[in-house]
Structures are given as C-alpha cells and as structure tokens.
C-alpha cells in the first residue's frame, strides 16, 4: 500500500499567478486523477486555511466523506495565518474541531520568525496533553530551529506521534545547512518524531527548484534515512509540487532515485509507517 503523507485540495487554487482552471488546479478529483495514475491508494490530506479557503476543513470533510477509503483528513488548527495563532485557549479549540470533523490529525504551521517555544508554555501542553489522549496524531509544519521544542513535546507526550513537515524544512544549501541537519538528526532519539519523505523541490537549490530527481539533496534524505530509519513517510505535496515537478516524479525521487534504501523499508517508507500510524489513531466515522 502507498500512503502519500503529505497533500492539499482545495476548492479554488490560493495563490498567484492564478492557473487557467483555479476551481479544478488543486481539487480533491485532480488528486484523487493523480493518486490513480501513479498507484497511489490512499493519502492524508494537510488542510490550510488560506486565502480564499477558509473553509477548508470543511471541504476537505466533504472529500474525506466522498471517498472514505482512500482519503483521511490533518484539520488545520491555529496555525500561523489565522486570527486565533497561539492565543489562549487552544485546547479548547482542537477539542471542538476533534468534535467537528473526521480528523485523523491535526496540522499546525509554526512562523519560521517563532523559536517554537510556544509548544512548551501551559496553553501548549494543554494542547498536546489532549492530542495524545484523543489519539490525535501531530502534522507540524516547522523549520529546524523548532526542533528544541519538539524533543520537549516528544519526550512529554511518548504516544503522540509527531510528523515534521517536508524534512524538518532542511535545506541542501547555505551556510547553516549542516548545522541545521544536526540539529534533526538530534530528534531521531524519540521514537514517536517521524519525518515526512518530502518536498525535494524545497530542499533543493530554490533557484533550480524544477532539478529533478534532485541529485543534490541526496545526502540530506540518506543521513536521514540512517537515523530515522522507516519513522519516514513519503509524501508529495501536491497540488504545490506541480510548478516543480509531476506527480509521478514527486513519488519516483523517493522509490527510484533513493537508491541508499533497502526495498523492505521503502515498502514501509511509502506506506507501511503511515498506515501503522493512523491504526493507532482515533476511529472517525466517514
């Protein structure tokens, strides 16, 4: 089975230049095309409330209903965009998002400005405390920098599993790259800190962000590999990933290109962690 961990849908495309077919560039039925012509089976969607999509968790409910067995929805709770980022009661508002929609998980974008320091004040971990006892997993989108956080809340919390966002956010270029490859490789001691296999287009040189299949970020994703060994999942990013590369080649960088992996492991890379992941998570009704 392979699970893409790591996806949009929305129901106009949010940001410019604006597509030809903005309703359809990112619809759940364009991912769901892309998911069956590359064999993908099922894929958890990371909701983002911006612009012109407040309501996504809302649609991404909708599709989440459609097709119940191929899509699990990551409902976007207080991340930075919204009006409600880090103010008090935040517990409050995932109990009634949890409530509201089918969420295996929810998905929260820290500002790259925020030393992450939020997540181990007491509005924090009254957060994270009801996260892990609704068995609620973790979608976090972060730079490295939060990685000194996240240990906190990893350690705090060891059955709530945490999913980084696109490697932590590591880069294969600039002056902090080792520094900041260090610092996640730290975060390999907790069992329950998973990385997310993607956004090669992001790790890349941002000047040949269309470089596929991404030789030069090769060794970010083995150093890696031989820390975290299969606490990876692969994921796309679609439909962002589409100005750099397609869908089939966003699932190839990984299964062809990342030769270091032993097919056993990118059997669970694709799929098999992910999918052990949300067994252990809440049961929603579809």
Request: charged content about 25%; overall charge positive.
């Amino acid at each position: 089975m392979i699970i893409d961990s790591h996806c949009h849908s929305w129901s106009y495309w949010p940001y410019l230049p604006e597509p030809p077919y903005p309703k359809t560039h990112g619809s759940v039925e364009t991912l769901i095309n892309r998911m069956d012509l590359s064999g993908v089976n099922k894929a958890t969607i990371v909701c983002a409330q911006i612009f012109r999509n407040k309501e996504n968790n809302d649609y991404v409910a909708s599709a989440v209903k459609k097709y119940p067995d191929r899509l699990d929805q990551f409902a976007d709770v207080d991340s930075f965009w919204s009006e409600t980022y880090h103010t008090k009661g935040a517990a409050g508002r995932l109990e009634s998002a949890i409530n509201k929609w089918p969420m295996k998980a929810f998905t929260h974008y820290l500002a790259q400005a925020d030393n992450g320091d939020w997540m181990n004040s007491q509005d924090g971990r009254d957060f994270f405390k009801l996260a892990e006892e609704a068995k609620i997993i973790a979608s976090i989108a972060m730079g490295p920098h939060h990685q000194n956080e996240v240990r906190k809340v990893a350690e705090r919390h060891p059955k709530l599993n945490i999913l980084c966002h696109h490697m932590s956010g590591l880069k294969a270029h600039g002056k902090d790259a080792n520094k900041n490859l260090q610092n996640v490789l730290e975060s390999s001691k907790y069992p329950n800190i998973h990385l997310k296999l993607s956004g090669f287009h992001y790790v890349t040189d941002q000047k040949k962000d269309w470089n596929f299949p991404y030789k030069d970020t090769k060794y970010i994703y083995e150093e890696c590999y031989q820390a975290f060994g299969t606490r990876m999942c692969w994921g796309s990013d679609f439909p962002v990933v589409r100005k750099s590369m397609t869908y089939r080649q966003s699932l190839e960088a990984f299964r062809t290109y990342c030769d270091f992996v032993t097919d056993n492991d990118k059997k669970e890379i694709l799929g098999g962690t992910l999918n052990k992941i949300l067994n252990l998570s809440r049961k929603v009704d579809k």
